[in-house]
């Protein structure tokens, strides 16, 4: 009766039992996944995974060191020429395969994932799995690409990947089904926090027979990490992480021709000026600072509002943050979870600690935590120097920090003043000044009226203290692959056939039918008419056929 009363919402917990069971079916102790086997070594250092919102041990790790990392290295270096021998189809089918897989199973996959790092369950299965399936297929798509598209290109070589604790899953297909796709064998290890997505995708892996060698998954803290970037053995490291280790991999590389993608931290603004639509901006900030407990590299957690509309923006937003739950990650109704561990919960308490001992009003909601795990309530620093703390330094955490600016000119030296450059938001119903602004923001990614909109086909990346590089779409694939070295010869390069196959010169002998089609409207559509004509190549020999558009085609372009 309480809750009809109310009209508050009530709990909607998932069952964590796909994940418990996967785990028990383990054992709950993992190993090293190298040249195709599990490797359980007896001597090796172990570490237990907990979930950060109960204390609860799920798992045992084991942490690798230098005789992992050499075995690693070298059954990846020795299976990478075989594998970009392969035809881009060929390759295609592996990821393809990945996909489908992580699809078929992924309510397992976010239960691993909220267990794991603390997030909601909604987020997992709403945003983190369904984007790391894209990108695989996504990905997929390019393997038969990429030879036609850069034929005077080649694959990196072997590739080390470490990817960070706040989106192990999605960081993952990020970095691997790029490497993969052409033609690289990858050598990944997840943070010690996280590593149970990684391991289940490792089994996937071995699940759909992808050759031995192509993938190598080493688990372990920091030591194994420096470890893997001192070894000499690596044509190129991916990493996302925080900017005080990407400078330390920057250093420990500099003596090496060992290729680099660094995605490090952000402090993004989020810019609203007076025209916005405030209710909408409200939603905005809400994903911006308070996805995944603001544990996101390009969070939104510097609010620059115009002075005239500012306090009624405040105040918009404390009244949505009252609305906003924090509890259970497993709780589908709850919109925080916790943060991922103790040591980053005690990092946010001691700089929202150091903010308001410097004179910053801090507010926070009214509301529950629960007496047990990392959790922390969202926070509201109001009216923020550009000086202080909490404007500059990344907290990792759900506090975002409010700045007033007058003018469009002073809006962008705020949003400068930062070293950072991932990420940044405007909101503006005129999108003139919007579409102005936004190229002048020192940032490698600006979202107008909207925030965090991701695509395996759009590049990603920083500037600046936020690393250098980017990852998907044409950007990101180009980081792993290198120019090709060919004598010349004076005779035109062949392109190869993205399928395999060979080109027949008639469409009655192709093997492939390949349907005529036009771009309409963002997408492939065929031509109304049902005709198409042939397109002759110098020597009369036939190229192909292209559709014949009719009026109803015309008007639809």
């Given at each position: 009766m309480t809750l009809f009363q109310k009209l508050d919402y009530g709990p909607a917990p998932e069952s964590d039992q796909p994940g418990q069971l996967w785990l028990e079916s383990h054992h709950r102790s993992f190993g090293f996944y190298l040249n195709g086997n599990w490797e359980l070594p007896k001597d090796a250092e172990l570490f237990s995974v907990e979930n950060p919102a109960t204390g609860e041990q799920l798992a045992t790790c084991r942490q690798a060191g230098s005789r992992e990392i050499t075995q690693a290295l070298s059954g990846a270096r020795e299976a990478q020429p075989k594998w970009e021998k392969l035809t881009g189809h060929q390759r295609a089918k592996y990821l393809y395969a990945l996909a489908r897989e992580m699809q078929q199973h992924s309510r397992v996959l976010s239960v691993l994932e909220t267990l794991d790092n603390g997030k909601p369950f909604?987020?997992?299965?709403?945003?983190?799995?369904?984007?790391?399936?894209?990108?695989?297929?996504?990905?997929?798509?390019?393997?038969?690409l990429v030879e036609e598209e850069y034929p005077r290109h080649v694959a990196t070589g072997v590739v080390g990947q470490i990817i960070p604790w706040n989106f192990p899953l999605l960081m993952l297909a990020w970095k691997v089904a790029p490497a993969l796709a052409c033609g690289n064998t990858v050598l990944l290890k997840p943070a010690e926090q996280t590593p149970l997505t990684a391991l289940w995708f490792a089994e996937c892996c071995h699940r759909i027979g992808l050759p031995a060698g192509v993938f190598q998954l080493l688990t372990g803290d920091g030591r194994t990490g420096e470890e893997l970037v001192c070894s000499k053995?690596?044509?190129?490291?991916?990493?996302?992480?925080?900017?005080?280790?990407?400078?330390?991999?920057?250093?420990?590389?500099?003596?090496?021709?060992?290729?680099?993608t660094l995605e490090l931290g952000g402090?993004?603004?989020?810019?609203?000026?007076?025209?916005?639509?405030l209710d909408a901006a409200v939603e905005g900030v809400v994903d911006a600072i308070w996805l995944n407990q603001g544990e996101v590299c390009c969070a939104g957690s510097r609010l620059l509002l115009q002075e005239s509309i500012a306090e009624k923006m405040v105040g918009k937003l404390?009244?949505?943050?009252?609305?906003?739950?924090?509890?259970?990650?497993?709780?589908?109704?709850?919109?925080?979870g916790s943060l991922v561990s103790k040591i980053q919960l005690e990092r946010v308490k001691r700089l929202t600690t150091e903010g308001a001992m410097n004179g910053v009003t801090l507010w926070q909601p009214q509301i529950s935590l629960p007496e047990t795990g990392c959790f922390f309530a969202p926070t509201l620093a109001i009216d923020v120097d550009p000086s202080s703390v909490l404007a500059q330094e990344e907290i990792f955490g759900p506090v975002a920090a409010t700045m007033t600016f007058r003018t469009p000119s002073e809006a962008l030296e705020l949003a400068n003043n930062t070293m950072y450059g991932l990420a940044a938001s405007v909101w503006s119903e005129n999108i003139n000044q919007a579409l102005h602004l936004a190229p002048l923001l020192q940032a490698g990614v600006v979202w107008v009226n909207c925030t965090n909109q991701f695509d395996a086909a759009c590049g990603f990346g920083g500037y600046r203290e936020s690393g250098y590089g980017r990852e998907g779409g044409r950007e990101g694939l180009l980081e792993y692959m290198k120019p090709k070295v060919t004598a010349f010869t004076g005779k035109k390069l062949k392109r190869p056939d993205v399928q395999g196959l060979s080109h027949t010169t008639t469409l009655e002998g192709s093997e492939i039918h390949r349907t005529a089609k036009f771009f309409i409207e963002g997408k492939q559509a065929r031509p109304?008419?049902?005709t198409v004509r042939p397109v002759w190549n110098k020597d009369g020999s036939l190229a192909g056929a292209v559709g014949q558009g009719n009026r109803k085609d015309l008007r639809n372009a």
């Open positions: 909604r987020e997992s299965r709403d945003i983190d799995i369904p984007l790391a399936v894209r990108h695989f297929y996504h990905h997929a798509g390019w393997a038969q053995g690596l044509d190129k490291i991916a990493f996302t992480g925080s900017t005080s280790v990407g400078k330390c991999i920057r250093k420990l590389t500099a003596d090496s021709d060992c290729k680099l402090k993004s603004p989020f810019i609203v000026f007076e025209d916005a639509d404390q009244q949505r943050m009252q609305q906003l739950r924090v509890g259970n990650p497993l709780d589908k109704a709850i919109d925080i109304d008419g049902g």
